[in-house]
């Protein structure tokens, strides 16, 4: 089994990549909102409980984890993730890193009788 972590810098993308992970095979996702060092190190500490807004939007990502069976689906993911948010490896998309993983329980087999 692998782990997949996708952080998903459009959050506005997310309907569209899980479907289009759906049709990867991907039946299910822990989803997270997070920021990175970068955004914060670049924005201003909100003061949103002294008083009302002023209009400003805090700017986050969206953190994705999977749980899949073999690398044909991590590689199957990545290729619905980079149709939806377009090459990886430019500014602004995200990012996608799998690891295979030794020990993991309380996920439903998906192969009969595993």
Same mark, same amino acid.
């Given at each position: 089994? =692998?782990? /997949?972590?996708?952080? $998903?810098?459009?959050?506005?993308?997310?309907?569209? *990549? $899980?479907?289009?992970?759906?049709?990867? !095979?991907?039946? !299910?996702?822990?989803?997270?909102?997070?920021?990175?060092?970068?955004?914060?190190?670049?924005?201003?500490?909100?003061?949103?409980?002294? =008083?009302?807004?002023? !209009?400003?939007?805090?700017?986050?990502? *969206?953190? $994705?984890?999977?749980?899949?069976?073999?690398?044909? /689906?991590?590689?199957?993911?990545?290729?619905?993730?980079?149709?939806?948010?377009?090459?990886?490896?430019?500014?602004?998309?995200?990012? =996608?890193?799998?690891?295979?993983?030794?020990?993991?329980?309380?996920?439903?087999?998906?192969?009969? !009788?595993?």
């Amino acid at each position: 089994m =692998f782990m /997949i972590m996708l952080v $998903l810098d459009n959050p506005d993308l997310l309907d569209q *990549l $899980l479907a289009s992970w759906e049709n990867a !095979g991907i039946r !299910g996702a822990t989803i997270v909102e997070s920021t990175g060092i970068q955004r914060l190190k670049h924005q201003n500490v909100p003061m949103r409980y002294l =008083f009302q807004s002023s !209009g400003a939007v805090e700017e986050g990502h *969206l953190t $994705l984890f999977v749980i899949v069976e073999n690398e044909q /689906i991590v590689r199957a993911c990545l290729q619905a993730t980079e149709k939806i948010v377009t090459d990886l490896d430019g500014p602004n998309t995200g990012v =996608f890193a799998a690891w295979p993983l030794s020990i993991v329980r309380g996920v439903p087999s998906r192969v009969p !009788g595993g």
